[in-house]
């Protein structure tokens, strides 16, 4: 479709609103809204926590008594497909007809069953007239997560970790080795708090005793989870300080949960990856990030099972070691991070069907 630079404005301030649910609002998607008449925001919102308010209802609940009236001459822009079913709230497309909303523009589609084109039909048949498709690259990556869950039925899975300018990722003995500096340790905290689950190798559990939390951003901290084959990882380790909730994946009968810990039974085989997804979306986790180590991460790569890595590069190099895993695509993109270089990467492949 046409796109205008204005309708991209408005479009570019649903998606900023739609981040500041990140990390409240799983397993739904993060939707921003603005309403818009004659160039001016009468209202704006966003879908704050999962089983609150969606963005459309919160856009309208903003709008000033003076300007109610303008109401039914204004452009609703979502980020996402409105609803078109009864869930924990009644449907957005209800509310914009009620409204009399003349006209709505959204970035693209929302997969979840029931919706998935079924929004925009509804609106169009009630005569709104709907455009589709403003920003719809951008809109579609920021929705991948809830589309690649309700698709795929499995976690979003992101896949981050360290490696020393000249590629080494670990030290020869599995000791914990530090590369990064305070900017990617910090904005590592930010994407925890972003992100439903963590996980990690035993190996990596024993070298570096991680405690899996956010302790260097605003927000909550993730389930942690972690591989433990044998179930010998010992108690004293900081994942089994019972602060936040854990999950222990293992092949052995496991043991009864005890305050904030669980364990899953699991075969490790080849379907390790799969399994621990199926598992971890049955537990409602919608995104996951796989922090290492090296095993652990080639596993979920092998299994062509995740869609986007974030692999910081750090400043120094390192004599000698094991080196880091090799992605099998190229980054899409490289930020500075002071001494360090951030590259993301995206899975082609897994995000192919969901646009
Ligand atoms: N640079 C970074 O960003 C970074 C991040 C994290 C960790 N590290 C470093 O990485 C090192 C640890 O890495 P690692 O490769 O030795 O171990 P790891 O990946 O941490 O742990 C391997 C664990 O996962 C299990 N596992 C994973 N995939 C499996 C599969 N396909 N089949 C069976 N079991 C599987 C292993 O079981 P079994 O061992 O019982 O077979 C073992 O429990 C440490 O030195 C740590 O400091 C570096």
Redesign the pocket.
């Known amino acids: 479709m046409a796109q205008s630079p204005v309708s991209e404005r408005f479009m570019q301030r649903c998606f900023d609103l739609a981040r500041l649910g990140a990390g409240k609002v799983s397993p739904n998607p993060m939707v921003g809204a603005v309403l818009e008449y004659q160039g001016r925001i009468i209202g704006e919102g966003f879908h704050q926590s999962y089983g609150q308010a969606h963005a459309e209802v919160n856009a309208l609940a903003s709008v000033l008594p003076a300007d109610v009236s303008f109401i039914p001459h204004s452009t609703l822009y979502v980020s996402l497909e409105p609803c078109d079913i009864y869930g924990n709230t009644p449907p957005c497309t209800q509310l914009i007809i009620q409204k009399k909303i003349p006209r709505v523009v959204l970035s693209c589609f929302d997969h979840s069953p029931g919706v998935d084109g079924a929004g925009a039909e509804r609106l169009r048949n009630a005569g709104v007239e709907v455009i589709v498709g403003v920003l719809g690259e951008e809109g579609r990556r920021l929705s991948l997560p809830r589309n690649t869950f309700v698709r795929r039925q499995r976690p979003y899975v992101i896949l981050k ?3 020393s300018k000249n590629g080494v ?3 020869p003995d ?4 530090w ?1 990064t500096n305070e900017y990617s340790r910090r904005l590592t905290h930010k994407w925890r708090s972003e992100t439903d689950a963590l996980l ?6 024993l ?2 005793d991680p405690k899996l939390t956010n302790r260097h951003y605003f927000g909550g901290s993730p389930l942690r989870v972690v ?4 179930g010998t990882l010992p108690r004293a380790l900081s994942v089994f300080d019972g602060q936040s909730p854990t999950l222990i994946f293992t092949e052995m009968n496991p043991p009864p949960p005890a305050k904030n810990l669980d364990y899953c039974p699991v075969p ?3 379907q ?2 799969g399994n621990v997804l199926k598992e971890l979306a049955r537990r409602k986790i919608s995104t996951l990030m796989v ?7 080639q ?1 979920f790569i092998k299994a062509g099972l995740w869609d986007e890595a974030r692999v910081f590069i750090a400043g120094s190099y390192v004599a000698e070691g ?1 080196m ?1 895993p090799l992605l099998p695509e190229p980054p899409l993109e490289a930020r500075r991070l002071g001494s360090d270089e951030l590259l993301l990467f995206r899975n082609s492949l897994q995000s192919l069907n969901l646009h």
């Open positions: 970790y360290a490696q990722f670990a030290p599995n000791r914990q080795l590369l990690i190798g035993a190996n990596t559990a070298a570096d591989l433990d084959r044998e490790f085989d080849g390790l990856a922090e290492g180590g090296i095993r652990t991460l596993h094991r880091a």
